[in-house]
């Protein structure tokens, strides 16, 4: 029975994924920075780890408790909508340390063990977001887009132990709390670019094609166990859609 560690659990496409692993009949290490147990069905084949990506010490000892791991889902992210104007510098520290450095991070730590035995995959989960640009999203999207030209060199580095690395590229998720989450750090439009914000957010109100959690869940499982899945997966209709995949 094969084991996934999926980080950011606590919502999202990571309680979504967890689910759909635990249903698949695979052993679960579930991790979030603060651990709720009701959050997923109890029982041997899941563990809840308390993780922080962008701590090193956090990242360090959920790697030594998970112990065995089959495959490594990098989830954990923060969200960024606003003109860079708006934007402080410590948000902008925030985004990257988590979305960028975290998934890194949380790679490096599990690489020993899949290079030891020859065997591993390290799922990326990024945003369609860097299919194209739009605006507003200059730091999410450069947080994203770091991920992918990571992910493509790695993959290069270690595929001689047979190790694979991938990308999942979901959209516009309106059921998740992501946007709600992102609001802690988002800070406020500045009125110079509040016509622009509004022409946006009707761009996406008007949109009726997005990402549902279900969608990013069966995308990872595909990675997971089919290894002649593209390096890049679109999640969801408009993540197909901004990839040119759909009329």
Same mark, same amino acid.
């Given at each position: ?13 990571? =309680? ?5 692993? !635990?249903? @698949?009949?695979? /052993? ?9 147990? /009701? ?9 809840? =780890? ?5 701590? @090193? ?12 791991i089959d495959v490594l889902v990098n989830n954990a992210g ?17 985004v990257f340390e988590t979305n960028t450095l975290g998934t $890194?991070?949380?790679? %490096?730590?599990? =690489?020993? @063990? ?20 739009? *605006? !507003? ?26 190790? %694979? ?15 709600? /989450? ?6 406020? $439009? ?16 008007? /949109?009726? %094609?997005?990402?549902? *959690? ?34």
């Open positions: 029975m094969k084991t996934v560690m999926i980080t950011g659990c606590s919502s999202g496409f990571g =309680l979504e994924t967890a689910h759909y692993f !635990l249903a @698949q009949g695979w /052993n679960v290490i579930a991790t979030m920075r603060e651990p709720r147990e /009701n959050l997923l069905p109890s029982g041997e084949r899941l563990r809840l =780890l308390r993780l922080d990506v962008t701590k @090193q010490e956090s990242i360090d000892r959920a790697i030594a408790e998970a112990g065995h923060v969200g960024m909508l606003n003109a860079l104007e708006g934007v402080s510098a410590d948000a902008v520290r925030e $890194i991070a949380m790679t %490096r730590a599990v =690489l020993p @063990q899949f290079r030891e035995r020859r065997a591993g995959v390290v799922i990326n989960v990024t945003s369609a977001v860097t299919f194209k640009p739009l *605006p !507003l999203l200059a730091v999410y999207s450069a947080s994203k887009a770091a991920v992918n030209a990571f992910t493509e060199s790695l993959a290069m580095e270690v595929r001689p132990f047979n190790i %694979r690395v991938g990308l999942i590229l979901p959209g516009r998720a309106p059921a998740t709390r992501f946007g709600e /989450n992102a609001q802690r750090i988002m800070g406020t $439009i500045p009125e110079d670019y509040r016509a622009l914000s509004q022409r946006v957010f009707n761009g996406m109100a008007e /949109n009726e %094609r997005v990402t549902h *959690p279900a969608d990013v869940a069966k995308a990872i499982w595909q990675m997971a166990n089919d290894p002649d899945t593209p390096m890049r997966l679109p999640a969801g209709e408009d993540a197909l859609e901004m990839a040119g995949l759909l009329a």
